[in-house]
């Protein structure tokens, strides 16, 4: 009853309800005020540029310096995420951050600032803020229930959108008056509070039965994972696309000021600022958004509106017009990410959050860093409302990639994985004893046939996402009732990651194909260390490297779970 009342209380808060918990709330309102110091970082480093070079592509560079470093370096940070503890890795993170906004501080204070040494401390700042953000974001689910998760991703997109519907204003004013080292030293101060914020986190953790998967490894599980998972695979292409098009406006806002306003850092501020607000009023109607609509008719709806914004940005030389655009075009651009992201936090476990969000960031970031660079040349060749106006046709068609690549329908579920108990072990084993092979012996009525390949193909790429290799399934000729999963796995510790990071419902999913069997014995399963040529001690004299390592003998129920 009390986890029935709870979940009353969070759909009567809607939005907000993630900020009854202490800890979010602390570190949202501390995220707001970091978020505030990096979009007044940006006006001044727009501006500046604008100021020491006339090219419109190096000016697009500086959104494209502050945004590479997220797709260059995300799958790692995310590895990183889940590999570590998320509270010291966002700590780290903002230390790099800020002291690439310090640096940038003094150069400009010194008046040493180039456009080479802007856009290489803008990159600084930005790789700050990829490696942190795939550990805050992945936190998130430890701050909230699973209730408020939905809310919790809206509330932290309006976060940052809250800081750029006045932030950049803000940022106007203090580089028109005070100049960019100002703007620059705003952003190094706002990262405090967050860093005293998460200094103060005492964050509980489960430690693994299983030591930590090496860099390289835990970045191939990511990688994997994602091929693997059909409805992830679709939000990240979908978001790619959407960054690389509606990257234009983002990336051109300081050309909309400078040539069709003909105005100044203020008016690029006040400009950012109708961005931020319409964000704001997008992300506030998420939750009415995905109440009414369909995942593809509200990006469907996302896109079009989007596309007659920036067409409205490039014929517009009137400053309430253009606003009125960037309001438009903030709303609906911040409701499709919101929407992308909430799809991958609730398609993927706790143990690969990390490193699925960062494959999120990559696409979002990645799609608007290259193409803030192709804008750029395009408008240095043809001009900027040329530019946006092509953005606007690519962005008004791109709605036709969801007869291909349709948005899954995602809810808010339980995707904690299972932990099962040790499998039986009679053999003497380390962790790097392998590969290992796993064959699951099923009696299938003749009559269910079809109806069980159709299952196991689901659980091949269940398997395959959670580790496993050379998946296969097989038919016995002789007894057509007989059919044989069979898949490896490189190492113990491999195997033993694989079937403990099965979720809830891939369980149910393996359920569903254990439920045809129909022998009068269960399920038989099998699992044998392959031996191939050269792999044994021959010679009794030959030394075991691996004998300091051997594993206890485990016995246990064979019954186990695979």
């Known amino acids: 009853m009390t986890e029935q009342t709870n979940r009353q209380k969070i759909a009567a808060d809607g939005i907000t309800a993630p900020l009854r918990y202490t800890l979010f709330r602390r570190i949202w309102l501390a995220s707001l005020l970091s978020n505030l110091g990096l979009l007044i970082q940006g006006v001044g480093a727009a501006w ?105 991703v809206a509330l932290n997109g309006i976060s940052y959108n809250i800081a750029r519907s006045f932030g950049p204003a803000v940022g106007g004013v203090i580089v028109a008056s005070l100049g960019a080292v100002a703007a620059f030293a705003c952003n ?213 990639l969801g007869f291909w690549l349709t948005m899954p329908r995602v809810g808010a579920r339980n995707e904690d994985a299972d932990v099962l108990a040790d499998p039986e072990v009679k053999l003497s084993l380390t962790g790097r004893s392998g590969p290992l092979v796993v064959e699951i012996e099923y009696r299938v009525s003749q009559e269910n046939a079809r109806a069980f390949h159709n299952v196991m193909q689901d659980v091949q790429l269940s398997r395959q996402r959670n580790g496993a290799y050379g998946w296969s399934i097989a038919r016995d000729i002789a007894d057509p009732e007989l059919w044989t999963e069979r898949y490896h796995c490189p190492t113990w510790f491999d195997y033993l990651r694989q079937r403990n990071r099965s979720t809830q419902s891939e369980r149910a999913l393996h359920q569903q194909a254990i439920d045809f069997h129909v022998g009068p014995d269960p399920v038989r399963i099998r699992r044998m260390l392959e031996r191939p040529f050269g792999s044994v001690r021959w010679k009794e004299e030959t030394p075991d490297r691996a004998g300091a390592e051997v594993l206890p003998v485990v016995a246990s129920a064979a019954g186990s779970s695979t």
């Open 48 to 152: 500046a540029m604008t100021q020491m070079a006339a090219s419109a592509d190096k000016v697009a560079l500086v959104q494209t310096a502050l945004m590479l470093p997220i797709m260059l370096i995300s799958m790692p940070a995310g590895a990183i995420a889940d590999m570590y503890d998320r509270r010291i890795v966002t700590l780290i993170s903002l230390a790099i951050a800020l002291v690439g906004a310090t640096a940038l501080t003094v150069l400009a204070w010194l008046q040493l600032t180039t456009p080479e040494t802007l856009l290489v401390f803008c990159f600084v700042v930005g790789s700050g803020n990829a490696l942190f953000g795939p550990a805050w974001q992945s936190s998130v689910s430890e701050q909230v229930p699973p209730e408020a998760l939905p809310s919790a």
């Open 188 to 400: 190094a101060i706002l990262y405090l509070p967050l860093l005293v914020v998460l200094l103060l986190w005492r964050r509980n953790t489960e430690p693994s039965r299983l030591p930590r998967e090496k860099l390289n490894r835990a970045m191939v599980s990511g990688f994997r994972y994602i091929t693997n998972s059909p409805p992830i695979k679709i939000v990240l292409l979908r978001t790619l696309v959407m960054g690389l098009i509606g990257g234009a406006v983002m990336a051109l806002m300081p050309l909309v000021a400078r040539d069709l306003l003909h105005g100044g850092a203020q008016t690029y501020g006040i400009m950012l600022g109708a961005f931020g607000m319409g964000a704001v009023i997008g992300a506030l109607n998420i939750h009415e958004l995905r109440k009414r609509m369909s995942g593809e008719a509200a990006i469907r709806a996302c896109t079009i509106s989007m596309a007659f914004a920036m067409a409205a940005l490039a014929v517009s030389n009137e400053p309430v017009l253009t606003a009125a655009a960037l309001v438009l075009a903030g709303a609906v651009w911040m409701a499709a990410i919101a929407l992308f992201n909430i799809g991958v936090q609730l398609s993927a476990p706790r143990w690969v959050a990390g490193r699925s969000l960062a494959a999120f960031q990559a696409s979002i970031s990645g799609g608007i860093a290259i193409g803030a660079w192709g804008w750029g040349h395009l408008t240095d060749y043809a001009g900027v409302e040329i530019a946006l106006l092509t953005a606007a046709g690519l962005m008004l068609i791109s709605p036709v």
